[in-house]
């Protein structure tokens, strides 16, 4: 039973190492916003998309470790009063690890995400100062509901005949 609480903290400190990796990617990226150098941030996006698939299988993970355990619906503070006695504070280190690096994650991810909110408003403003369409407003790119009865025009009509 012993190797199945090994499992868990492996867990627990494998989530800690993609927090970390995902605090760099989101510190990058307010770089890169701050620069308005639209290929990293694009780069780091993608990157950002490969550690949610990691961050998926780790759940799936979790999912498995927790209904071993018998832990499932029990919240992470009180997971480590849960193992045995001489794990529970290696148990108590590794979830405190866990919150402190997940509580860094979302202050640098806050920060990342009203920056880019605020370029989007920017560029918004500057579209409509130009003469396009507001955000949301009818007009924009894609296909937009047509008014009943209208035709399409010659270039897209087929002759199924040929």
């Known amino acids: 039973m012993e190797e199945i609480y090994r499992s868990y903290l492996g867990f627990l400190n494998s989530m800690s190492r993609g927090l970390e990796s995902l605090t ?20 780091l996006l993608n990157q950002e998309q490969a550690q949610a698939l990691n961050f998926r299988g780790l759940e799936l993970a979790r999912d498995k470790l927790l209904a071993q355990l018998g832990l499932a619906g029990v919240p992470l503070s009180k997971v480590p009063g849960r193992f045995p006695p001489a794990m529970q504070e290696e148990a108590r280190k590794a979830v405190e690890t866990l919150q402190d690096r997940y509580a860094a994650y979302r202050r ?54 040929a």
């Open 24 to 43: 760099g990617l989101n510190e990058k990226k307010l770089a890169a916003a701050q620069a308005d150098d639209l290929t990293v941030l694009n780069e």
């Open 108 to 161: 640098t991810a806050g920060k990342t995400r009203t920056l880019l909110e605020q370029n989007l408003h920017e560029v918004e403003g500057i579209i409509v100062q130009l003469g396009g369409p507001p955000s949301g407003g009818p007009g924009g790119p894609g296909y937009g509901k047509e008014p009943e009865g209208s035709a399409p025009p010659p270039s897209m009509k087929t002759d199924f005949r």
